[in-house]
T-cell receptor, first 111, second 116 residues
Framework: DAKTTQPPSMDCAEGRAANLPCNHS???????VYWYRQIHSQGPQYIIHGLKNNETNEMASLIITEDRKSSTLILPHATLRDTAVYYCIVRDYNYGQNFVFGPGTRLSVLP | DTAVSQTPKYLVTQMGNDKSIKCEQN?????MYWYKQDSKKFLKIMFS???????INETVPNRFSPKSPDKAHLNLHINSLELGDSAVYFC???????????????FGPGTRLTVL
């Protein structure tokens, strides 16, 4: 079972920031937070991951609360092509633990 | 250059048949995976495999078997296909890495299997 909870759906206006929340209240000290997204009919795509510090890359920013029980993925300037299902996953950094995908959040970017 | 490729993209077949889906990765990764995404869109791990260890999700029927001719390939064989096997199957690969390495998985484009 997924260890995360996410809202089932969200809308965002094109050009605005999309903030996708994720709760992972049972996260352990060895577990990273990963974000993937799946654009319709394609394979999931890695976005970003982090342990406890905030992270930023060319795709997004990841904000993790100090207690690590929740996080937010930020797409700073959403475009129509960002419409997808976004999955928040916690995974032990010890190699061998598989990714467990929950239902994710369906983000619709509206023109 | 395609990182993880799967063939065929679509597969339509009759109940009771045996079929295979091929997966190849050119990333030099040493671990490969098969996932199943059903009509409710839940993505579930079926197998993970490197050259030393096969880990099977206990819910996967033994009609499903992964076969790896070499490190770059992990094919999925399905015997006696059933209606409930209809789904999209995704192959993925990752670099083996312990500690704090990224361990991201790269996914293929998926194979849509329809069993009639």
């Amino acid at each position: 079972d997924a260890k995360t909870t996410q809202p089932p759906s969200m809308d965002c206006a094109e050009g605005r920031a999309a903030n996708l929340p994720c709760n992972h209240s049972t996260i352990s000290g060895n577990e990273y937070v990963y974000w993937y997204r799946q654009i319709h009919s394609q394979g999931p795509q890695y976005i970003i991951h982090g342990l406890k510090n905030n992270e930023t890359n060319e795709m997004a920013s990841l904000i993790i609360t100090e207690d690590r029980k929740s996080s937010t993925l930020i797409l700073p300037h959403a475009t129509l092509r960002d419409t997808a299902v976004y999955y928040c996953i916690v995974r032990d950094y010890n190699y061998g633990q598989n990714f467990v995908f929950g239902p994710g959040t369906r983000l619709s970017v509206l023109p | 250059d395609t990182a993880v490729s799967q063939t065929p993209k679509y597969l339509v077949t009759q109940m009771g048949n045996d079929k295979s889906i091929k997966c190849e990765q050119n990333l030099g990764h040493d671990t490969m995976y098969w996932y199943k995404q059903d009509s409710k869109k839940f993505l579930k791990i079926m197998f993970s495999y490197n050259n030393k260890e096969l880990i099977i999700n206990e819910t996967v029927p033994n009609r499903f078997s992964p076969k790896s001719p070499d490190k770059a390939h992990l094919n999925l064989h399905i015997n006696s296909l059933e209606l409930g096997d209809s789904a999209v199957y995704f192959c993925a690969s990752s670099k083996k890495g312990g500690g704090r390495s990224r361990n991201e998985q790269f996914f293929g484009p998926g194979t849509r299997l329809t069993v009639l």
